[in-house]
């Protein structure tokens, strides 16, 4: 019965995905003048400064890490204005692709949040590394983008920087086209973070044996 009950769900969702009317998204982007590539072109623009801004040193394979914004909160009032005139940057290309202002109002309130945050000696800057409103913004803007205009790829934003540099080597040459030596290409960062995780861990390992060793034989317990 339960199952029966599924099967019946799952005909209605498909029957109500067919009922629903098409979405023209080159006639929205048509609207803003806008184009696809010029979409992904600026979306990857403020992805770089995003990064730049909130993640530019990263645990490998994840979002989180610091960036300028946090470097900028060490410098009391001044660098945490100047963090949020640079995070106004991040909101004016928003704009750009046409993203409503009411939609870019958290990201707002997270940047004034993280100015005031950030004037607290060591723990403002400390902070600074979880309170990132570039991010947050690239994040409302891409979300409009996949509704407005049907852009669901992500790889632009998570590796801007490596990723436009790849399409242009794509341009030039079909070896970079391969899919695993592109995915490789695109997570350097991550594989040259892991190779320092396990060197630094390794390192560790090897002083503290040696210092237990030392241990021993000056107290004779070795």
């Given at each position: ?7 019946s ?9 067919a ?38 040193v990263?645990?490998?394979f ?6 300028a ?21 991040a ?15 958290p990201?707002?309130r ?23 409103p ?57 594989l ?7 060197v ?21 317990f070795?």
């Open positions: 019965m339960d199952n029966f009950k599924k099967l769900k799952s005909k209605a969702k498909k029957s109500s995905d009922n629903a009317p098409v979405i023209d998204y080159q006639a929205k982007l048509a609207e803003h003048g806008l184009t696809r590539e010029q979409v992904i072109a600026t979306e990857r623009k403020l992805a770089k400064f995003a990064n730049t801004m909130d993640s530019l990263r645990v490998p994840t979002k989180q890490g610091m960036g914004d946090a470097a900028l909160s060490t410098i009391p009032l001044a660098g945490d204005l100047a963090g949020l005139a640079l995070t106004s940057y909101f004016v290309l928003g704009r750009q692709l046409g993203v409503p202002a009411h939609k870019m109002t990201a707002v997270l940047a004034l949040i993280d100015m005031v945050v950030g004037i607290v000696p060591g723990i403002g800057t400390l902070l600074d590394i979880f309170i990132r570039s991010r947050k913004t690239l994040g409302i803007v891409h979300e409009h983008l996949h509704d407005e205009y049907g852009i669901t790829e992500t790889m632009h934003m998570d590796r801007p920087f490596l990723h436009q540099s790849l399409e242009d080597k794509q341009q030039q040459s079909h070896f970079w086209r391969n899919p695993i030596i592109a995915w490789l290409y695109l997570h350097i960062p991550d040259l973070g892991l190779v320092v995780i396990v630094v861990g390794w390192g560790l390992w090897a002083v503290i044996s040696w210092l237990i060793s030392l241990f021993g034989k000056v107290t004779g070795g």
